[in-house]
């Protein structure tokens, strides 16, 4: 039997329909609730968005992550296409234990942020300080070997100072630099500089001298 909407009086030949509406009149509702407008936080150094597992680079993935978020829509969502000024969202949701779908335009609105890694090299951020001393060429190679190990693993250098005897490379991270010492088996000389306190603890600084 052809039923006919009571809102819009489209047939039910021609439309989806979700109970007694067709699906424009019976999404109408949960449509209208959602904002247009989001705001997104973006890393004005690395242009990475935040979403609520981290900063990543803006894709269908992480803007559906991020705007999961901002929307607080119980349906389920999925980026049709996006640019800088907004995005074309799909929704699928449960009305009345029916699916329904249908897209909307939401705007984007960029807020310029700095995430924490990006803060922590603008602002000289360290952990650890490697002094490297020996001859030019090996030094040189234990430097860049030391770069590249933290590197490819999440660290970064947020300084590195050429001395007359060598390098001191300054890690943001103290872990992944001792693990530099184990996997390549050196034997550096620890000490330790009292950095301040968090919540409660000491933190310290790990020196690290390694002679070639
Ligand atoms: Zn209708
Ligand atoms: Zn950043």
Redesign the pocket.
């Known amino acids: 039997m052809i039923k006919y ?6 047939s039910s030949a021609d ?1 989806k329909f979700i109970g007694e ?6 999404t ?1 509702k949960v449509r209208e609730k959602i904002p247009d407008k989001i705001l997104i936080e973006r890393c004005k150094s690395c242009d990475r968005i935040r979403t609520p597992t981290g900063y990543q680079p803006a894709d269908k993935n992480s803007i559906r992550e991020a705007a999961a978020q901002a929307l607080h829509s119980k349906c389920d969502i999925k980026i049709e296409d996006f640019n800088d000024h907004g995005a074309l969202v799909r929704f699928t949701c449960d009305i009345d234990g029916n699916e329904a779908v249908f897209d909307k335009k939401i705007v984007i609105e960029l807020k310029r942020t700095m995430c924490i890694d990006c803060y922590r090299k603008t602002s000289g951020y360290y952990e650890a300080v490697l002094q490297l001393r020996g001859p030019r060429d090996p030094a040189d190679r234990m430097m860049k070997k030391f770069l590249n190990f933290i590197e490819t693993r999440g660290a970064f250098a947020s300084r590195v100072d050429e001395l007359d005897n060598g390098y001191d490379i300054y890690s943001s991270n103290k872990e992944i630099a001792t693990n530099f010492f184990q996997y390549y088996d050196l034997k550096p000389k620890r000490s330790y500089t009292l950095y301040g306190t968090r919540r409660g603890k000491k933190v310290y600084r790990n020196i690290y001298l390694l002679r070639l």
């Open positions: 909407c009571p809102t819009c009086n489209r439309f509406f067709c699906e424009v009149c019976a109408k």
